[in-house]
């Protein structure tokens, strides 16, 4: 392997310790040149050089920087503060950081500048700038990005679970005999809590680790090229559009209600919340909210905001939409309209610098509300706390306070959706095109049609390459953990087509037809809890075509070992296309959440798919873009240095009011789409 490629690697490993101690489970070392050591270790060098190099197999000398750089721009973010890209400050310093790492003349010089800077940066600042610089890099297109619990493992993990695996890693030398780490089920809160029912999808690791990912892909802040996506702003309303959807069909799952939306920030919020994880950069605990807290202006040394700010952007963003326009810095007026409208308001909400039509005007209505909340319990400073879940990528999906924030934001894009104009027929027809069966169904045997499975599966995470100052030559150290997961099923659909050779994108959704009080749903709100499960494109021949697709071929999923790989040369597929696949495929929902959790009596839902026209939907892609290895998850995180693939609007058909009263006339009235209804049994044991 290019030592340069593997030295990128390994900037990855052990976060915390410093660049000149060993990786790769002990077996490689940076040869650092004397102007790379911090001033704490510059009159030992040579000492802690000779230490770390002693029975080693590779040592990677690193060239000198033609060019120094000056950091003062990152000093007012100290190494043991906490980095959060809802914070203004932070994200400008992480903006500057990722565009001096592109703006690195080549590769040798880059990582030569990654090393040199790693110790004199905030860890978390540092990798989450070096990861974003290494996704969009064309030189560094093979260096695989870990999961983000991997790095930063106390993030995701009970505390008490580090202790017991450096005991393990310490007193048990061959990593076969070690035992996993078992992490307990339920440690944040007692079954006392209504809300505790959701902790098995609010703080599992794949879901964290895909909220962080998908922010790593599309950055508010940094450089054109890295923040100037195609459909930017639509993919940060449907990508959390759709964890809210799903979010509240888990709760009629658990018989709760769906969430109720944070309209009102002057009001108390009910739900408590206490984490019980440590920041990986101070060993704190993640503050605790009470409940009942009320929330307070902020005014602290790394940001002020004030709720009335919030509260008037909120005014402004609502009222643009109900004019039908925004305005930018010089007055023009832009029309919100059914093509552009969605992901202007996107990058307005999120409120991207460079993006926003006007954030002076319409401001940073997301990430201060984020702000706001993770401050809840020390808004001044007083008590020199740091912010909560909330203030973080990494951990704000364990909240339940963040889907109801969500759900606030969701409810403004939603409101600019329902002032569009409803469907025609035109737009939602393919004439031709019947389909007469639906099917899914698991496994190839005598499983009944149309009935889905979940339970309850116990995993092992890989922590060694997050575990600093621990072991060097551990390559193993096991988290065994308990998530939801389910039985993989295939979907076989029955469609005729009465004209040429046609291609379809196919287009599956499952929706929910009763609450938690077991009521039927009105359409309109089964539109807003469509969950997407898949979308393809499919070639129809004249006459019947029978159309199979896995649920492990998902457009919105990525596989478990995707979610949880380990770091490392040695856990790396030896086939081309597995290995590209694992390099760039780090962004994608949860395989073993795709299905909902269903109930043990059963829970109905209706399974429905559509196939539209795909000559009317077909993007045509630069022809400069090198060939993309990852596209199974791009219905949530698009396709790597390319144009969404999809010329439809994101959630096409279920985006927007339909013209009907309920799901089965919609369907009715359509040849090219149906439905049937679906069961999702939950078996409450466990498997693994």
Not at 352 to 358: I, Y
Not at 459 to 480: C, H, K, M, Q, R
Not at 610 to 621: G, K, L, P
């Amino acid at each position: 392997m290019n030592t340069d490629l593997k030295a990128l690697e390994l900037l990855f490993q052990r976060p915390l310790e410093p660049v000149f101690t060993t990786r790769d489970q002990g077996k490689t070392v940076f040869d650092l040149p004397e102007s790379f050591y911090t001033d704490r270790y510059r009159n030992n060098s040579e000492e802690v050089a000779n230490r770390f190099s002693q029975n080693v197999q590779t040592r990677i000398p690193l060239r000198e920087l033609t060019s120094v750089p000056n950091l003062d721009f990152a000093a007012k973010l100290g190494r043991k503060h906490q980095f959060s890209l809802f914070n203004s400050l932070h994200r400008e310093i992480a903006s500057q950081l990722v565009k001096l790492y592109l703006d690195a003349p080549n590769l040798q010089q880059f990582v030569s500048l990654a090393a040199y800077t790693k110790d004199r940066l905030n860890p978390v600042l540092f990798q989450y700038s070096y990861a974003v610089a290494v996704a969009h890099r064309p030189d560094t297109r093979e260096v695989p990005i870990p999961n983000i619990s991997q790095v930063f493992p106390s993030n995701f993990i009970e505390p008490s679970a580090f202790q017991d695996a450096r005991q393990e890693a310490s007193v048990v030398e061959k990593n076969g005999n070690r035992a996993p780490i078992t992490i307990p089920d339920n440690y944040t809160a007692s079954d006392r809590e209504d809300e505790q029912r959701l902790a098995y999808f609010r703080e599992d690791i794949g879901v964290n680790s895909h909220h962080w990912h998908w922010h790593l892909v599309y950055p508010a802040s940094g450089p054109a090229t890295v923040v100037n996506k195609d459909r930017r702003g639509e993919l940060f309303y449907y990508m959390h559009h759709q964890i809210l959807a799903r979010y509240n069909v888990e709760r009629f799952c658990n018989n709760l209600k769906r969430v109720l939306p944070l309209n009102n920030l002057r009001e108390e919020i009910i739900e408590g919340y206490f984490p019980k994880i440590l920041s990986s950069v101070n060993n704190r605990t993640y503050p605790a909210r009470i409940s009942n807290q009320l929330l307070r202006d902020v005014d602290r040394p790394d940001g002020s905001i004030e709720i009335s700010d919030v509260e008037r952007w909120r005014d402004r963003v609502l009222a643009a939409i109900d004019q039908g326009f925004v305005e930018d810095t010089k007055g023009t007026r832009i029309p919100l309209d059914e093509k552009r409208g969605i992901d202007i308001l996107g990058n307005l909400v999120e409120a991207a610098p460079s993006l926003s039509v006007n954030m002076q005007y319409y401001g940073n209505l997301h990430n201060q509300g984020h702000n706001i909340i993770s401050f809840a319990h020390d808004p001044d400073a007083r008590h020199l706390e740091d912010f909560g879940v909330m203030g973080d990528v990494t951990t704000a999906m364990r909240d339940p306070i963040f889907y109801r924030w969500h759900g606030f934001i969701d409810n403004v894009f939603n409101k600019h959706k329902a002032l569009l104009p409803v469907y025609t027929n035109d737009e939602l027809s393919f004439s031709g095109i019947n389909v007469t069966y639906v099917e899914a169904k698991i496994g190839a045997g005598p499983a009944r049609p149309n009935t889905l499975l979940t339970y309850w599966q116990r995993s092992t995470a890989n922590l060694a390459a997050g575990l600093d100052f621990g072991p060097v030559e551990d390559d193993t150290i096991g988290a065994n953990f308990r998530h939801l997961q389910n039985a993989p099923w295939t979907y076989t659909f029955n469609v005729t087509n009465s004209g040429a050779r046609r291609t379809a994108t196919c287009r599956i959704f499952i929706c929910p037809k009763t609450d938690e009080r077991n009521q039927p749903l009105r359409l309109e709100e089964q539109r807003l809890m469509a969950i997407e499960m898949d979308k393809f494109t499919a070639e129809l021949m004249p006459g019947e075509n029978t159309v199979r697709r896995e649920s492990t071929q998902s457009s919105v999923a990525i596989p478990f070992e995707r979610s949880f790989r380990a770091v490392g040369v040695n856990y790396q597929p030896t086939a081309a296309d597995e290995l590209a696949r694992f390099r760039f495929c780090g962004c994608g929902w949860p395989q073993h959440l795709l299905l909902p959790k269903g109930k043990p009596e059963g829970m109905l839902f209706d399974l429905f798919v559509m196939f539209s026209d795909y000559a009317n939907e077909a993007v045509a892609q630069p022809t400069n873009t090198p060939n993309d290895a990852c596209s199974t998850a791009y219905s949530f995180c698009g396709l790597k240095d390319k144009l969404y693939p999809d010329a439809r609007t994101m959630g096409f058909p279920f985006d927007r009011r339909l013209p009907n009263d309920n799901l089965t006339d919609f369907v009715g009235a359509f040849s090219n789409m149906a439905k049937t209804d679906l069961t999702i049994r939950f078996n409450d044991k466990l498997v693994g």
